[in-house]
């Protein structure tokens, strides 16, 4: 939303009622209930608006679990059914501030900050941020591809460094490689991928690319021939010659992001295993789409995105 009210509630946000919602937890339950519902509450289970909240018979005041009740339905729920904090433990005003975090740390924030900060354990606040990444990731990225002139680039994460004088690029390696595709001043997509062979390049540009793109690399064996896939063409610089802008074509913005995204792992996280880099590539490119909102909006988007996603104890490995 772009409007007058959504103008008012981020610099509400930003002033006055995130700073509360961070040490108080019924403004933390107030603003989140405020973002998803506006003044509209409904049930999160029929949808209907004939809704009321609970209150305390002896006190009038909410009630403890500040559950709200449902006329057509009968059924009792929370601001936290159908959100990534369904069924934690943790209290919302920990999420607040979490959610602040992430959305307004350039180079992210670590579970052992908000562990000092909050005062809860360390395992809970890596099951919070691991829910806030899951939050900010992408709802449908198969079906939003990337347009316009598209910069593809690859890199490698973690692990010990590669073998010195060797020229072929992953060898000898325990590090995770990584690819991206950037719009000129546009999005970004990365993955987790296997390996850097032709076949897996080629294969994540068809997969996040649109057909009608302009796509631009370095001189990277791998990529040839993926040109004659795409109506825009395909144009590369020489990095083997030392050679990295030729007119407007090079892939300056991919490898800025992935700067960012080093900087990130080492100077925050320092080390991220490849079983739960995906993750964190999703915190990094939901921060560097919504770069040019300020940080009450991004914050606003951030836990927006956190309804109707469920990540379970057990969740499967991706990518």
Not at 18 to 43: F, H, I, Q, S, Y
Request: glycine content about 8%; overall charge positive.
């Amino acid at each position: 939303m772009r409007n007058e009210e959504q103008h008012n509630l981020t610099k509400s946000v930003v002033v006055e009622e995130m700073p509360l919602a961070c040490c108080d937890e019924l403004a933390a339950v107030e603003l989140l209930e405020a973002m998803r519902w506006g003044k509209n509450p409904t049930c999160v289970h029929c949808g209907s608006t004939a809704v009321y909240k609970m209150t305390d018979g002896e006190t009038g005041h909410r009630n403890k679990r500040y559950l709200w009740r449902c006329h057509d339905c009968k059924k009792q729920y929370t601001v936290r059914i159908g959100t990534v904090y369904e069924e934690s433990r943790i209290e919302l005003r920990h999420w607040c501030y979490a959610f602040w975090r992430a959305s307004t740390s350039k180079k992210g924030v670590a579970a052992l900050e908000i562990k000092r900060h909050c005062q809860i354990s360390y395992k809970s606040a890596l099951f919070l941020m691991n829910r806030i990444r899951f939050a900010m990731a992408p709802d449908n990225p198969a079906a939003d591809k990337l347009t316009g002139t598209v910069e593809c680039d690859e890199t490698y994460v973690g692990g010990k460094p590669r073998i010195r004088g060797n020229a072929r690029r992953g060898r000898g390696t325990k590090k995770t490689p990584v690819f991206a595709a950037v719009e000129r001043r546009g999005r970004i997509r990365r993955q987790v991928i296997a390996d850097v062979s032709g076949k897996t390049l080629k294969g994540a540009i068809r997969e996040m690319v649109d057909q009608q793109a302009r796509i631009m690399t370095d001189d990277f064996v791998s990529y040839n021939g993926i040109g004659n896939e795409f109506s825009g063409g395909h144009d590369t610089v020489a990095h083997s010659t030392n050679e990295y802008v030729r007119g407007d074509i090079h892939t300056n913005t991919a490898e800025s992001s992935f700067a960012i995204l080093k900087r990130g792992i080492t100077g925050i996280y320092h080390s991220v295993s490849r079983e739960y880099l995906h993750r964190y590539l999703w915190q990094f490119d939901f921060l560097w789409n919504a770069r040019k909102m300020n940080d009450g909006e991004r914050t606003i988007m951030a836990i927006k995105l956190a309804e109707g996603k469920r990540l379970m104890y057990k969740e499967p490995l991706a990518n």
